[in-house]
Antibody, heavy 117, light 107 residues
Framework: QPHLQESGPRLVKPSETLSLTCTVS??????????WGWLRQPPGKGLEWIGS???????HYNPSLKSRVTLSVDTSKNQFSLKLTSMTAADSAIYYC?????????WGQGTTVTVSS | DIQLTQSPSSLSASVGDRVTITCRAS??????LGWHQQKPGKPPKRLIY???RLQSGVPSRFSGSGSGTEFTLTISSLQPEDFAIYYC?????????FGQGTKLEIK
């Protein structure tokens, strides 16, 4: 079972850009079998799909966030990343990275991001 | 977007009970549905994929069925560690979407 670990700032100011990285161990991000994804969960609420990407750089974004999201991959580091611009309080959430095959296969532990000045 | 509606939203049950949770899709999704369990302070964990396939390492008391627009997750004999929130997730079309969750509580 691979291990996925999110990293990045826990506190972001309104209007700033969130940058998170997911480091994958125990599996190659260049595997042809998998996509890699980001999801989030506001405090006490349900789960939302942000987007996913393939190691070649092919991406799928949630239209509700598409104008603000960029996903990228660094195969040399076995990492993939999320950038979310123009952050507001509504973007405060636990952010999860995940391996994607038949939906989400493996979840990262999650990182809590708070938007506050 | 495909909407997933879970029922019930919450459920009280006792250890040893058989429980069933339903997930209905707003359009047909074949068998492109999974079930995930989330305990407080933890990430979700997949139990079922492709509607009825048991994830490796998941106890056999969990089972899934359905196709098209109606799906069920059944726990044949509840154990204390099964009290959690359960989510369905469709991966038939982007954006992937989740049901709103079913909270399974101890009676």
């Amino acid at each position: 079972q691979p291990h996925l670990q999110e990293s990045g700032p826990r506190l972001v100011k309104p209007s700033e850009t969130l940058s998170l990285t997911c480091t994958v161990s125990g599996a190659s991000i260049s595997s042809s079998s998998f996509y890699w994804g980001w999801l989030r969960q506001p405090p006490g609420k349900g789960l939302e799909w942000i987007g996913s990407l393939y190691y070649t750089g092919n991406t799928h974004y949630n239209p509700s966030l598409k104008s603000r999201v960029t996903l990228s991959v660094d195969t040399s580091k076995n990492q993939f990343s999320l950038k979310l611009t123009s952050m507001t309080a509504a973007d405060s959430a636990i952010y999860y990275c995940a391996r994607v095959i038949y939906g989400v296969d493996v979840w990262g532990q999650g990182t809590t991001v708070t938007v506050s000045s | 977007d495909i909407q997933l509606t879970q029922s019930p939203s919450s459920l009280s049950a006792s250890v040893g009970d058989r429980v069933t949770i339903t997930c209905r899709a707003s359009e047909g999704i074949g068998n492109d549905l999974g079930w995930h369990q989330q305990k407080p302070g933890k990430p979700p964990k997949r139990l079922i994929y492709a509607a009825s396939r048991l994830q490796s390492g998941v106890p056999s008391r969990f089972s899934g069925s359905g196709s098209g627009t109606e799906f069920t997750l059944t726990i044949s004999s509840l154990q204390p560690e099964d009290f959690a929130i359960y989510y369905c997730l469709q991966h038939n079309s982007y954006p992937y979407t989740f049901g709103q969750g079913t909270k399974l509580e101890i009676k």
